[in-house]
Each structure stands twice: as structure tokens, then as C-alpha cells.
């Protein structure tokens, strides 16, 4: 779901009491302001029944800092979600770990003497999909954003 | 001009129309009140705990068809109008709750009566601020009392830190308030309402379900017209009382827990239910799957989130009731100008058969005062004229059966939230707003406990209401729970030790009156409400009292338990 709302004190408690309140989960979430002053754009995943996510929309554009509610679920949308991850970098490994970042057009942001820090952008699947190969070699931490969303052509 | 935080405040509130307020000082707001007594127009009632405060505005609002105010101070002040902002909320209630808040620069440090009220109050709110700079004040006012009454009403809150309230700064009257993300749909579908009037036409098993948003919309002369011209029996949520007459034959009663049995079996039998600002409450629709279970809903709502939120409907109209009933009206009149009066007699004669087999009694007795007759007496002798307040519980429910209300506003309840409590100081709102108006709150002896402090405020600013204390010392709705599916453990619901209540009016300055037989009922509400001021009418009445008829919690509401 993509929301715009007013960049105002709050606005993310009020939406983030919204879904707690009403026992609603949030999966992810990410924040940030837009072109336009004073307003942010809010994308947040969340899994629910069609009529609950009915209920939410509704629910989030009854806020009254809330300008437009976007569910991009059965849109052609873009989707981006950004990784840090820390993988023990053995020496006979690092070879395979080179691999598999060329392979997930992925970048190296930081060496140390025994790991590689790789920074994944991408969809959740790509994102799930390195993680998967990367684990035999042993991820010490992962930093992960929420994912992020435009809907294709003329979707807001 | 230079005017400070104060003097807009108050400047604000009366460009608003509002000519009474509720409050109670405190050391945010020091300056409100030296700018309050320093003024003329506006009326400060000084409630005795800030519970009430919010439960008087709320009432003022529903009387007088306007907007309640109420001051507090921060901190304790603050946190003591949850409940009353909670109830407004529940029952889409417009309020404009003002607190005080400490300095800017202390925000955040854990100052003296500090508390983040607008957190607190973020989910029982239709909206709420923090002022921080004297600039916006007027402004957010504006938009506070905009917001409170426009759309789905409801209550916001404005936190007013001391040194804004105390900065002076050149006036400036704000200009029109437009929102980019508030938007509220007034008009209504045109499509939607043809397929309603074809339906309406075509229905043989046809009823109206009103709720509270028909009173908000001022709806009631629309709906009654519908329903007269087109021939359809009317139901009532307990908010929805008053908003078609008690004393039409199409009235079916209340509908839903202790809704009547010619209601809850329409409901259960009709083919088309045309319900206008409800929400459907569990208290009303008991188990979902059993409720109208052969009928084609049709639901009006000004707010899009009361839709299809607890039962499915299959003709969704967003806008306001009074647009909508009168759009429908007007098209219901292009195709049928004679109207459709005649029609259905069938389904009219099986209510008048349930309402023959079950209707709404009780067992009289000679000896010991039924709680019923006490309200039905109040009704002969107020014509039914009264505003009529409740606390919670039994007397709420026996007001809503047996006080058969003919006009919209007269019932003021703590309807969503069922706060005890909430019918003296909302008795002391409705009469401020309505001085011409007999204004009766019919109050349980628990509940009367829980706001009691207020007989003060009523006696000091000379407001005449009327207490009627159905008093069975009992918790009387749970203990008839706790005898219904509890084995009768009346687990702290006895309350035999209560205090005398005529004392206790004395005591604070009103009129005492008791009743122990039912002989003596007609006198005591007569010199009760003959009697100049506030009164405490305090009625011994049967003990084991229950309110029937009775859904069971989560039963089907066509399952009755019956008298």
C-alpha cells in the first residue's frame, strides 16, 4: 500500500495505532518525504483477508492527515527494497561469494579480513533468494529497509 | 489587536456560536480563566470532577444540535477527560475538548502535571493538536470545530500549552479551512438510489433501521416521511431513539438485546432493511449469521468504514442521511405520486400479531415499586416531552423501552462506550443548552455513585434537573446476567450499602424525595418535578428486576428470553 500523507508530528502514530488498535499486522514499513513539500509518502506491506484490507484502507483515509490511499496489490507496480548484509568471508569462499553478488548484480560496500558487507536492491524475492545462498556461508547481520513502491504508468 | 493565546481561545469559541462551556481550572490554564473572567458571552459552568465536564459538553452538543466545549487543565485534568471523550466517540458526538498543557520548553521533561494527552487521546479522537506557536492558534481552533462537526462528527482535542495561551500576537481572523485529505461525501450515489427506490417498490417485507446518524443529520423528518409514504415499519438502534416517532403506529420499538419482540422478529423476517446511520453494534445485531437473514440491505453511511465493516450489504451508500432519505423521497414521488401506502398489508398484520403475542411488559405489583411503571408514569406526566438523560445499566434500557420518544435530541445515553455515570452531568449540558426543556436523568443507584459531585455543579449555577434513581441496590445488569448464566453468584454486585440519597441531595443543597410503594409513585414525580431546582428522586423499587425481553450475547436476535 502506498500512502501519501501531511509531513506532520504524529502522522506515523496515529496510522501505526490505526493498525494495533484494530489488530491489524504491519510486515513492513518505510518512510520518507516526496517531491511535493510537506508531504511523505508512507509504503507498508501488510498480508490480510480482502475485506480487512478493506476495513484498513478505509480506516487509514478516515485519518485526517491522510491524503491518498494507494493498494497497489492488483497494480503493476515497481517495488525496491534495500539490503545490508554481513557474510563471513572464508578464504575459500570468497570466491563463490564474489560469484553470487555478480550474478544478483549486487555491490561489495565494505571488506574486513574475514567478511563482505553486500548491498542488495531489489524485489523481496530477489532479496529472499540471496539470502538463501549466501546462509551456507554464514550471515553475521542483516539490515534491511522496507520495501518501497511506485504503481506503473498512471497509478499514484 | 493584540490579543494572547487566551483571548483568541475565547474569542474563537464564541465565532463559533457556542455560548457555554464546561470546565475546571488548573495551573495550565490560569490564563484561560483570567481571560474568561474578564469577558461577557460566554458562560463558564465549573463541573466539580472533569469527567463530567466532557459528559455536560457532550449532552450541550446533542441538545442543542451544536458543538460542546470543555476546558480542563494538564496532566490529571486532562487524563480525567479520556472516558468522557471515549463515549463521544463512540456515539459520533462533536466536542471540542481544550486542555492545558506545560510550557513548549518543558514538553518532554516529565514537568509538574504533564502528560501527553494528545497521545493518550489519539485512538479516541476524531483528531487532536498540540499548538506550538501562538501563530496557528486561531487556525487550528477553526479547523478544530470544523473537523468536530462536519462529516462523521465527532470529538477533538486541542492541547494548549501554557506560554502559548500567554504570548500576545497581532489578531488575525483565519481564513476558510479546506483540506486536501478531509473530504467528507454528503451527496450520495444517484445510480445507488434508483436501484433503493425500485426495491422500496418492489419489497413486500420492507423495514427502516435508524441509528444515531439520523439525529446527527437532522435526518428524522425525511425518515418519517419515507416511511409514512412508502408504508415501511421503523426500528431504532438505542442511539436512534427519537428519530421517528414513539407514538406511530409504524413504530416497532428498539431493536437488537432488549430490543422489542415485533422489532427483533422484523428484522429477523423482513426482505429489505434500509438502514440509516447505524453501525450495526453487536448489542444490536447479536450473531451476524442469524441477523436479517433473508433480506437485501441497504446501508447509509457518511462514513465509508461503517460499511461493510460488521455485516455484509449489498446496496452501500456513502453520504449523509439527510441528503440521501430526501433524494429517495423525491424519487420515490416521480414514480409513485399517490405514494405506496397501500401496500402490504400482509407483512403489517404479522407485526401487529407479534406485537399482540409479545409486547413489551412486565409483571405489576402492589407491594413494591416495578422500575418500569416508575418510568412510565414519568412519561404520562411529562407527556413525553422531557429530555431524558441515562446513566448505564437496567435504567438505561427500561428509559429506552418505556419513555416512547417523539422527537430527535430528547434522548441523551452513553450509548458505544456505556459509561456509568454519564446521565447527571449530561442532564446538567442538556438543560444549559435547553432551559425551556423538563430535563430528567434516569439514573441506577451504582451509576448515580460514579458522577455524584455533580449535584454541586447543578446546584451552583442554578441548572433545574430532575434525578430519578431507580434504586434496587444491585449492580442490576450484571447481577440479571449473573442470575441468568452465573448460578445467581451476585459476585460484588450487591450494593446494600448505599448512602441515603435524600440526605445526600440535602447535603449538597437540592431537594430530596423518596418513594418506597408504588401508591406513591405518581405523587413523588409530580412534587418532584413541581418542586424548583435540582431534585433527587430516589425510588425503592423491586429488588429482582430484570430487563426483558433479552437476547443472550452472541444468540440470534429473533431468540428471545420473555418475561
Known amino acids: 500500500m502506498s500512502i501519501l500523507v501531511d509531513d506532520e508530528p504524529g502522522v506515523l502514530s496515529r496510522i501505526a495505532g490505526l493498525f494495533s488498535g484494530r489488530g491489524f499486522n504491519i510486515d513492513s514499513l518505510s518512510v520518507a518525504s516526496t517531491a511535493e513539500p510537506n508531504v511523505s509518502r508512507i509504503t507498508m506491506v501488510t498480508k490480510c483477508e480482502p475485506q480487512i484490507i478493506e476495513q484498513i484502507k478505509k480506516q487509514l483515509h478516515k485519518l485526517i492527515n491522510v491524503i491518498t490511499v494507494n493498494d497497489l496489490t492488483d497494480k503493476k507496480y515497481v517495488q525496491r527494497q534495500l539490503a545490508l548484509i554481513k557474510v563471513n568471508a572464508q578464504p575459500d569462499k570468497k570466491a563463490e561469494i564474489l560469484r553470487i553478488v555478480d550474478i544478483f548484480r549486487c555491490k561489495i560496500v565494505d571488506v574486513g579480513l574475514a567478511h563482505y558487507t553486500i548491498e542488495v536492491s531489489g524485489d523481496t524475492e530477489k532479496h529472499d533468494a540471496i539470502i538463501s545462498l549466501l546462509k551456507p556461508m554464514g550471515i553475521i547481520e542483516i539490515a534491511s529497509t522496507g520495501a518501497i513502491a511506485l504503481a506503473r504508468e498512471n497509478g499514484k | ?563
Open chain 2, 1 to 563: 489587536m493584540k490579543l494572547n493565546g487566551a483571548q483568541i481561545l475565547i474569542k474563537m469559541i464564541k465565532s463559533e456560536g457556542v455560548d457555554t462551556i464546561f470546565g475546571y481550572p488548573g495551573g495550565a490554564v490560569i490564563d484561560i480563566y483570567d481571560a474568561l473572567a474578564k469577558q461577557n458571552g460566554l458562560r463558564h459552568i465549573l463541573v466539580r470532577h472533569e469527567q463530567g465536564a466532557v459528559h455536560a459538553a457532550d449532552a450541550y452538543a446533542r441538545a442543542n444540535r451544536s458543538v460542546g466545549v470543555a476546558l480542563v487543565t494538564s496532566g490529571p485534568g486532562a487524563t480525567n477527560t479520556v472516558t468522557g471523550i471515549a463515549s463521544a466517540h463512540c456515539d459520533s458526538i462533536p466536542l471540542v475538548v481544550f486542555t492545558g498543557q506545560v510550557p513548549t520548553g518543558l514538553i518532554g521533561n516529565d514537568a509538574f502535571q504533564e502528560v501527553d494527552i494528545v497521545g493518550i487521546t489519539r485512538p479516541c479522537t476524531k483528531h487532536n493538536y498540540l499548538v506550538k506557536s501562538v501563530d496557528k492558534l486561531a487556525f487550528i481552533i477553526k479547523e478544530a470545530f470544523y473537523l468536530a462537526r462536519s462529516g462523521r462528527p465527532g470529538p477533538v482535542l486541542v492541547d494548549l500549552p501554557k506560554d502559548i495561551v500567554q504570548t500576545f500576537v497581532e489578531f488575525e481572523e483565519p481564513g476558510e479551512i479546506s483540506l486536501k485529505s478531509y473530504k467528507p461525501t454528503y451527496k450520495p450515489n444517484k445510480k445507488q438510489l434508483n436501484k433503493v427506490v425500485d426495491l422500496i417498490r418492489k419489497a413486500e417485507r420492507p423495514v427502516i433501521f435508524a441509528g444515531g446518524g439520523v439525529i446527527l443529520s437532522q435526518a428524522s423528518e425525511e425518515l418519517t416521511r419515507l416511511a409514512r409514504m412508502a408504508n415501511i415499519p421503523v426500528t431504532a438502534s438505542l442511539m436512534g431513539l427519537g428519530a421517528f416517532p414513539g407514538s406511530d403506529p409504524l413504530w416497532l420499538g428498539m431493536l437488537g438485546m432488549h430490543g422489542t419482540y415485533r422489532a427483533n422478529m422484523s428484522i429477523g423476517h423482513c426482505d429489505l432493511m434500509l438502514a440509516a446511520g447505524v453501525r450495526f453494534d453487536d448489542r444490536v445485531t447479536g450473531n451476524i449469521e442469524k441477523f436479517a437473514p433473508g433480506a437485501t440491505i441497504v446501508q447509509i453511511d457518511i462514513d465509508p468504514t461503517s460499511i461493510h465493516k460488521n455485516i455484509e450489504v449489498q446496496i452501500p451508500i456513502v453520504g449523509d442521511c439527510k441528503a440521501t432519505l430526501a433524494e429517495i423521497i423525491r424519487l420515490m414521488e416521480e414514480k409513485d405520486p399517490k405514494g405506496i401506502a397501500e401496500g402490504r398489508p400482509e407483512w403489517l398484520s404479522r407485526i401487529r400479531e407479534w406485537g399482540n403475542a409479545v409486547p413489551l411488559k412486565y409483571k405489576q405489583s402492589h407491594d413494591v415499586i416495578k422500575p418500569q411503571y416508575v418510568i412510565e408514569k414519568l412519561y404520562e406526566l411529562t407527556q413525553g416531552k422531557a429530555i431524558i438523560t441515562t446513566e448505564v445499566g437496567q435504567n438505561q434500557m427500561w428509559a429506552a423501552q418505556y419513555y416512547h420518544f417523539d422527537q430527535p435530541n430528547h434522548f441523551i445515553t452513553s450509548g458505544g462506550l456505556g459509561v456509568m455515570g454519564f446521565g447527571l452531568p449530561a442532564a446538567i449540558g442538556a438543560k444549559a443548552a435547553r432551559p425551556d426543556k423538563i430535563v430528567v436523568d434516569i439514573a441506577g443507584d451504582g451509576s448515580i455513585q460514579m458522577n455524584i459531585q455533580e449535584l454541586m455543579t447543578a446546584v451552583e449555577s442554578n441548572i433545574d434537573v430532575k434525578i430519578v434513581i431507580l434504586n434496587n441496590r444491585y449492580l442490576g445488569m450484571v447481577r440479571q446476567w449473573q442470575e441468568f448464566f452465573y448460578e445467581k453468584v451476585y459476585s460484588s454486585t450487591n450494593m446494600e450499602n448505599a448512602p441515603d440519597f435524600v440526605k445526600l441531595a440535602e447535603a449538597y443543597g437540592a431537594t430530596g424525595l423518596r418513594c418506597t410503594t408504588p401508591d406513591q409513585v405518581s405523587a413523588v414525580l409530580t412534587q418532584g418535578l413541581n418542586t424548583k431546582g435540582t431534585v433527587v428522586m430516589d425510588f425503592t423499587v423491586d429488588r429482582e428486576e430484570s430487563v426483558y425481553p433479552m437476547v443472550p450475547s452472541g444468540g440470534s436476535i429473533t431468540e428471545m428470553l420473555l418475561v
